[in-house]
Nanobody, 119 residues
């Protein structure tokens, strides 16, 4: 069992920056490919970004490519999502998840952190 705790969400304006963090409870975090997902009001949860166990490969949803960066620090059991040039359509609850299989979520979810982008 791995517990995941997200932080870093908030209210920002269009074009601003936020950095999300996800702290994992166990060292086995480093054995898992990890990802970020998001769910906007009235919409299904969707894949945002993924990263391999060692962090060497990252991949993104087309809607965030070039603006968001996923990374991880396995020594700190922490996953990150840097979000630049935020848009109102990025407003959602963001969740970290693992172990992911490509763009499919795994068993472990955090509680989510709200990101709101005002226009």
């Amino acid at each position: 069992q791995v517990q995941l705790v997200e932080s870093g969400g908030g209210l920002v304006q269009t074009g601003e920056f936020l950095r999300l963090s996800c702290a994992a409870s166990r060292r086995t975090f480093r054995d898992y490919p990890m990802g970020w997902f998001r769910q906007a009001p009235g919409k299904e949860r969707e894949f945002v970004a993924g990263i391999t166990r060692g962090g060497g490969t990252t991949y993104y949803a087309d809607s965030v490519k070039g603006r968001f960066t996923i990374s991880r620090d396995n020594a700190k059991n922490t996953l990150y999502l840097e979000m630049n040039s935020l848009k109102p359509e990025d407003t959602a609850v963001y969740y970290c998840n693992g172990p992911i299989m490509q763009r499919t979520a795994g068993d472990y979810w955090g509680q989510g952190t709200q990101v709101t982008v005002s226009s």
